[in-house]
């Protein structure tokens, strides 16, 4: 492994009953890059993202981040290592403040984890930490707003920012832009961009536009297995990808040049 690879994957395999969803995939994600995982609907890209995170088990192959293989750890223990996948710990307590869910953030972070009877005081130390982290995301003035009142783009800037709270070396966005308007998904793309400085981020997105403006490298896959890999300009002009996404509703590369 070089040692600008972060994450890397070496024929990883993941089969159902007779059905092999994930084939033989060697992923190589650059430190403090933006890595994009795109394809078609059932291409294995959520499957990819579950092994990654160890909610699922590989069949064969390996994971090695930072040099360590880390094929057989728990998820408890990646997220020690600083792999911090975003919906892991999104609004998850949406009847307390936006304040509050990053806080918990960082308790966990602190191995504190969920030490809800200690005093409202020794928590307030976490509070500047927890403000900073608001204001990088926008959402000081959200501050004390229930996490469930919150706006549904404001929602995924919560999620990022409990995520950030966690201190990870490698970002792992589950589509990030999903379900959002216009305006959320470019406050949510520039959020991405932001965040990124000084991170590692490989993310599962729909939007072609999205990954068109900030991915540094892009994979696609089909069926399971690694179709093309390069920039955004390499990619959207390859053959077998403009043609595994024509008749497929779920992307476009039409229009998503900007």
């Known amino acids: 492994m070089h040692n600008d690879t972060i994450l890397e994957t070496r024929g990883l395999t993941k089969e159902f009953r007779g059905f092999t969803a994930v084939r033989d995939v060697d992923l190589r994600v650059r430190r403090g890059s933006i890595h994009a995982l795109i394809g078609p609907n059932g291409a294995g890209k959520t499957t990819c993202f579950n092994l990654l995170t160890k909610f699922l088990v590989p069949t064969r192959g390996q994971i090695v981040f930072n040099d360590v293989d880390i094929t057989r750890e728990r998820s408890s223990q990646i997220a020690r290592r600083g792999v911090i996948r975003s919906f892991q710990i999104s609004a998850v307590f949406p009847h ?58 404001r929602k995924r800037a919560l999620e990022i920012a409990t995520t950030l709270a966690m201190e990870p070396e490698l970002m792992l966005l589950d589509e990030p832009t999903q379900g959002m308007g216009h305006e959320d998904v470019d406050r949510v793309t520039t959020l991405i961009r932001k965040v990124a400085v000084g991170r590692t981020v490989l993310m599962v997105e729909h939007n072609m536009n999205v990954i068109a403006g900030i991915s540094d490298t892009i994979t696609v896959l089909q069926r399971g297995e690694i179709l093309a890999e390069g920039s955004y300009a390499e990619v959207s002009k390859n053959p077998q990808v403009i043609e595994a996404y024509m008749g497929s509703t779920d992307a476009t590369l039409q229009g998503a040049h900007a």
Do not use: H, K
């Open 96 to 153: 307390m403040t936006v304040l509050q869910n990053v806080r918990i953030g960082l308790q966990r972070q602190l191995g504190t984890a969920f030490q809800f009877w200690r005093s409202e005081r020794s928590l307030a130390v976490l509070d500047a930490r927890a403000l900073e982290l608001l204001d990088e995301v926008g959402l000081t003035d959200y501050a004390q707003l229930r996490a469930v009142e919150l706006p549904y783009g």
